[in-house]
């Protein structure tokens, strides 16, 4: 029976089934084999073939049910090959990989400019790294009501930097509804995850796209800016349809992270993965430059010139500074 993995509550993964049952499953085989080393051979998103657990013997009409309301005793037999997955690296150094979800449409990077404050470095490594699994992006900018004049005048600056790259930004609050409408929009028809830092409000901002899912979220507090880590597994949610709407989308709660790992890339490629540094790289003289001494650099000119965004450059070199210190590890 063929159906969509919904939730992975690390013991067990949710399947609702074409037919709209709910089976809590383990997996039975090994999936390890397909290329990838990750901590879940199975993801959110994933679409699976599932062995329904046996009928009893004696007719009995019990069935044992999961606390979240699945049929056990199923499991998943087999993965359909994926379109595409978001992967986290656990570290650097690690060569343990999580995939935060499958088949996504659209990742969202839930960001905020303070409470707590998402780095730059960070918004451009998701960036870097949807780029390289060519997953269309939006960022997600939210708890805009509690920002004062100055943090607004930065909000302003970073959407302005990121919609100048082509990238689709909202401004929203989870907890005034403002920008909701347009992200409603963006997220109709399709797939979508909501990733960030731990504390930015993915959990809040589900809860209010769709009401009944009614996910744990941190507790209201000004004392603390960290996130807490609310959520600790993935799960998706259908978005409330409507009457001019049919299909409004369906929406994929994340745990935070802490950094965005990075991914397996040369040198050279780095530049590839930022869009403004791959199309001005175009104009270097050796075609394989780094852009960070090579004579006839184009990027450096125009890092000098300000056509390209000082932070941008800063989180490009940080980049090339893992794959540094992975290659000076993988040598001693
Ligand atoms: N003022 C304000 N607070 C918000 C907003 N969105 C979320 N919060 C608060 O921010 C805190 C963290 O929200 P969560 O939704 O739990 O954050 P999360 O991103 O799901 O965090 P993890 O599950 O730990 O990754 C909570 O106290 C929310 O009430 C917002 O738009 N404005
Ligand atoms: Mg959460
Ligand atoms: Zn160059």
Same mark, same amino acid.
């Given at each position: 029976m063929k159906g969509l993995?919904?939730?992975?509550t690390g013991s067990w993964y949710d399947v609702r089934t074409d037919d709209g049952q709910l089976f809590a499953c383990k997996v039975k085989g090994?999936?390890?084999?397909?290329?990838i080393r990750s901590t879940?051979?199975?993801?959110?998103?994933d679409i699976v073939e599932v062995l329904p657990p046996a009928a009893p013997a004696n007719g009995a009409a019990t069935i044992d049910l999961s606390p979240t309301g699945g049929q056990q005793g199923?499991?998943?037999?087999d993965i359909h090959d994926r379109r595409n997955y978001i992967i986290r690296r656990?570290?650097?150094?690690?060569?343990q990989s999580h995939?935060?979800?499958?088949?996504?449409d659209l990742a969202c990077l839930v960001a905020t400019i303070a409470h707590p404050e998402t780095s730059t470095t960070f918004i451009d490594r998701f960036l870097a790294s949807a780029e390289a699994y060519r997953v269309p992006v939006a960022l997600i900018f939210n708890?805009?009501?509690?920002?004062d004049d100055d943090q607004l005048r930065y909000l302003e600056a970073v959407v302005a930097l990121y919609r100048h790259l082509g990238y689709a930004c909202h401004t929203v609050s989870a907890?005034?509804?403002?920008g909701l409408d347009n992200l409603r929009s963006e997220l109709r028809g399709r797939t979508s995850l909501l990733s960030g830092?731990? /504390?930015?409000g993915k959990s809040t901002l589900l809860n209010c796209l769709? +009401?009944?899912?009614?996910v744990k979220t941190a507790e209201l507090?000004?004392?603390?800016?960290?996130?807490?880590?609310?959520?600790?597994f993935s799960e998706m949610f259908d978005l409330p349809s409507s009457d001019d709407v049919a299909d409004a989308g369906r929406i994929i709660d994340t745990p935070g992270i802490r950094g965005f790992g990075t991914f397996d890339f040369e040198r050279e490629e780095?530049?590839?993965?930022?869009r403004e540094i791959f199309s001005i790289g175009r /104009?270097?003289?050796?075609?394989?430059?780094?852009?960070?001494?090579? +004579?006839?650099?184009a990027v450096l000119k125009a890092l000098d010139n300000h056509e390209i965004a000082e932070s941008r450059y800063q989180s490009y070199l940080s980049m090339l500074d893992d794959k540094d210190e992975r290659k000076y590890r993988e040598k001693f």
């Open positions: 993995v919904i939730r992975n090994n999936f390890r084999l397909r290329g879940n051979p199975v993801a959110v998103g199923a499991f998943i037999t656990a570290s650097n150094l690690s060569k995939i935060l979800a499958a088949n996504v708890k805009v009501d509690l920002y907890v005034t509804g403002e830092n731990s /504390g930015v769709v +009401p009944e899912a009614r507090s000004l004392a603390h800016d960290q996130g807490l880590h609310t959520t600790t780095v530049g590839h993965y930022f /104009g270097c003289r050796f075609g394989n430059c780094t852009h960070t001494h090579e +004579p006839g650099c």
